[in-house]
């Protein structure tokens, strides 16, 4: 926005730099008009002579004139306003405002003509921007005393909020004695990841899928690899992915041979398409068709790396099997369908169905590249792995029944989730490797049609953050965590989430000298102390809410987070009735936070709280957190 004249030199404010002169109607008429500079406002002035029109003697009206509206067009000094100090409201009384430099988090150089942006902490709706200057600051000004989130956006740059690590970040506070006109605001530049897919022989692979996949990064429970972004190759065989953020990536692709041709398994043996019917695994980078040996690129703020692709084209499997019927004699509504899991992200094969005559069909998937499958039967449920090595028929005997899991999720207070929940099933049998399975949740109530017996980690999304579950109920059995074993028969579920109502709030703070003043009394003989001990709130300290528990699956469905705002203030939120000890620890975001072992050594020097069903919305700490190193 528009800086403020109040606070730019260079435009003078017609408030503070006086007021035009005002002539009469008379005045007007004695001369031709012209616009003059008063002090800094635009007005309209009268040049009059100096000299009577009889005798060119001088008048003194008219003169007394001149001289007063020399005096008015003169132009006045203007000096720049000084930056009012630190801590102190600046001009109009009782307002702040929020200044300092945005800098590159690389190189350490300005970021210039960025868009820097306060919100409101309640909404987060934009309040005030301003572009930063030639060397990087930026200062936005008349904001009342309040909490706002401090955010800055540049093309080639990740957009971000001030001091952010994962998905946390520090607010600034404004008000008396609040130190907010001297942030140094760190901005990471996006990386670059591209490269060329070709095939046998070196030419380029064109439409091909190139599929971004990006590893967690903050030991959350139930973090997995998560798609991050898919693109297709242009005429040359090339992709890329522009402004990633900082982590650790893996790329997948797939592709059809441009001039593969697919015929039924039924073709006469020496038909020439065989030769054409032929397909290209799923590959993996760098280079490798085994999702296991697939190598992960790190990338670092603002780096560009490459990562080239050659697909090699293979033999192309037939998988048929009997088509299925219902007990009426007819088809079902929905095909079978089969599955290929890229990093547990679910990909579909298409189908291709075949007729062996008029009263039996069978159903034939043609261009399956070698890999595993899990091949999913409508009606009734049912599922089956296949490790697809060399063409086959499938037989139905082998296939695994499935049934329904169904659920209601229950928080501690009984109040309904907001927004929208998706809850998710992975398997934890390593032999099977099944794909996660996940649904959407409406009004608390979830249902998997069909669930392959086996063990299960359940989990729950509510607006992009995973929920805490503490519990499963099956019937008047209950588990504390979120695993559960399915077998051949159907489960109704009562899953605990460990949300709570009450916010617990306080103050990360360090000692310090504040020193002792001039008139302190001192004993005779005795000499006159040199400081005296207070406390310094500190900014984007991580804090944890660490339960006292020893399951460690409550444990981590417990566990609250938060960073410390610019004066050291906090917030944890949804905190669930029980025994709890808060920590406040520097640069403690790289810890597996998950881990008890790890906090253990913090928790000594922690505070104390108990929540309670009667502790209301909102707990207080009575005492600062002592701030810990890491």
């Known amino acids: 926005?528009?800086?403020?004249?109040?606070?730019?030199?260079?435009?003078?404010?017609?408030?503070?730099?006086?007021?035009?002169?005002?002539?009469?109607?008379?005045?007007?008429?004695?001369?031709?008009?012209?616009?003059?500079?008063?002090?800094?406002?635009?007005?309209?002035?009268?040049?009059?002579?100096?000299?009577?029109?009889?005798?060119?003697k001088p008048r003194s009206s008219v003169l007394l004139f001149v001289l007063t509206s020399f005096l008015a067009i003169a132009?006045?000094?203007?000096?720049?306003?000084?930056?009012?100090?630190?801590?102190?409201?600046?001009?109009?009384?009782?307002?702040?405002?929020?200044?300092?430099?945005?800098?590159?988090?690389?190189?350490?150089?300005?970021?210039?003509?960025?868009?820097?942006?306060?919100?409101?902490?309640?909404?987060?709706?934009?309040?005030?921007?301003?572009?930063?200057?030639?060397?990087?600051?930026?200062?936005?000004?008349?904001?009342?005393?309040?909490?706002?989130?401090?955010?800055?956006?540049?093309?080639?740059?990740?957009?971000?909020?001030?001091?952010?690590?994962?998905?946390?970040?520090?607010?600034?506070?404004?008000?008396?004695?609040?130190?907010?006109?001297?942030?140094?605001?760190?901005?990471?530049?996006?990386?670059?990841?591209?490269?060329?897919?070709?095939?046998?022989?070196?030419?380029?692979?064109?439409?091909?899928?190139?599929?971004?996949?990006?590893?967690?990064?903050?030991?959350?429970?139930?973090?997995?690899?998560?798609?991050?972004?898919?693109?297709?190759?242009?005429?040359?065989?090339?992709?890329?992915?522009?402004?990633?953020?900082?982590?650790?990536?893996?790329?997948?692709?797939?592709?059809?041979?441009?001039?593969?041709?697919?015929?039924?398994?039924?073709?006469?043996?020496?038909?020439?398409?065989?030769?054409?019917?032929?397909?290209?695994?799923?590959?993996?980078?760098?280079?490798?068709?085994?999702?296991?040996?697939?190598?992960?690129?790190?990338?670092?703020?603002?780096?560009?790396?490459?990562?080239?692709?050659?697909?090699?084209?293979?033999?192309?499997?037939?998988?048929?099997?009997?088509?299925?019927?219902?007990?009426?004699?007819?088809?079902?509504?929905?095909?079978?369908?089969?599955?290929?899991?890229?990093?547990?992200?679910?990909?579909l094969t298409e189908t291709t169905t075949t007729s062996t005559n008029s009263k039996q069909g069978l159903i034939e998937f043609s261009g399956v590249a070698p890999g595993r499958y899990e091949l999913a039967m409508p009606d009734p449920p049912r599922v089956v792995n296949l490790d697809a090595t060399i063409s086959q028929q499938f037989d139905p005997a082998a296939e695994i029944p499935t049934v329904a899991v169904t659920g209601t999720l229950q928080t501690y207070s009984g109040s309904a989730l907001p927004g929208e929940t998706t809850v998710i099933l992975d398997s934890l049998d390593p032999a099977h490797r099944e794909s996660p399975i996940q649904t959407a949740c409406t009004q608390s109530a979830f249902r998997f049609e069909s669930v392959p017996p086996g063990s299960w980690q359940l989990s729950a999304i509510n607006a992009g953050n995973p929920l805490p579950i503490t519990a499963i109920s099956a019937g008047s059995r209950a588990n504390y965590g979120a695993q559960l074993t399915v077998r051949d028969h159907p489960l109704t579920l009562v899953v605990s989430i460990g949300l709570g109502e009450t916010r617990v709030e306080g103050f990360a703070r360090e000692t310090v000298e504040t020193g002792a003043p001039s008139d302190a009394p001192t004993l005779k003989g005795t000499p006159a102390p040199t400081s005296s001990l207070g406390w310094k709130g500190v900014p984007g300290v991580m804090i944890v809410l660490v339960p006292n528990t020893n399951s460690r699956p409550v444990w981590q469905a417990l566990i609250r987070r938060d960073q410390s705002n610019s004066d050291g203030s906090f917030s944890l939120r949804d905190v669930v009735p029980g025994q709890y000890t808060v920590v406040a620890i520097q640069d403690g975001w790289a810890l597996d936070w998950t881990d008890p072992q790890v906090l253990a050594r913090y928790l000594p020097a922690g505070i104390n709280v108990t929540v309670s069903g009667s502790s209301g919305k909102l707990v207080t700490l009575s005492l600062p957190v002592p701030v810990q190193t890491r």
């Open 1 to 56: 926005m528009p800086t403020n004249p109040v606070s730019n030199p260079k435009i003078p404010d017609p408030k503070t730099q006086g007021a035009p002169v005002i002539l009469s109607e008379a005045q007007r008429s004695r001369g031709p008009q012209r616009q003059v500079f008063v002090a800094g406002v635009r007005s309209r002035r009268t040049c009059v002579s100096s000299f009577s029109r009889k005798g060119g």
């Open 75 to 347: 132009p006045l000094p203007v000096h720049p306003q000084a930056k009012p100090p630190a801590s102190r409201p600046s001009s109009p009384s009782g307002l702040y405002r929020i200044a300092g430099k945005l800098q590159n988090s690389v190189t350490g150089e300005p970021v210039r003509r960025a868009i820097v942006s306060v919100l409101a902490e309640s909404d987060s709706h934009t309040i005030a921007s301003v572009a930063t200057d030639s060397d990087g600051h930026f200062a936005l000004e008349n904001l009342p005393a309040d909490k706002y989130q401090l955010t800055a956006s540049r093309r080639g740059f990740r957009t971000a909020f001030y001091d952010e690590h994962d998905e946390f970040n520090t607010a600034i506070v404004t008000g008396p004695d609040q130190e907010t006109e001297s942030l140094i605001f760190r901005l990471t530049p996006g990386s670059v990841l591209h490269g060329v897919v070709t095939a046998d022989g070196g030419d380029p692979v064109k439409d091909a899928d190139v599929m971004l996949f990006r590893k967690p990064q903050a030991h959350k429970p139930g973090d997995r690899i998560a798609q991050a972004g898919s693109t297709t190759t242009d005429d040359t065989g090339a992709y890329e992915f522009g402004n990633l953020a900082a982590g650790e990536y893996l790329l997948a692709v797939k592709a059809d041979p441009w001039y593969a041709i697919h015929p039924s398994q039924s073709r006469p043996p020496n038909d020439p398409t065989t030769a054409l019917d032929v397909a290209y695994p799923i590959t993996y980078f760098d280079s490798t068709s085994d999702e296991a040996q697939a190598s992960s690129i790190v990338l670092s703020g603002g780096n560009r790396e490459e990562a080239d692709f050659n697909l090699h084209a293979v033999p192309a499997l037939h998988i048929t099997l009997q088509a299925p019927r219902s007990d009426d004699g007819s088809s079902p509504s929905s095909p079978p369908t089969l599955h290929q899991s890229i990093f547990g992200a679910r990909d």
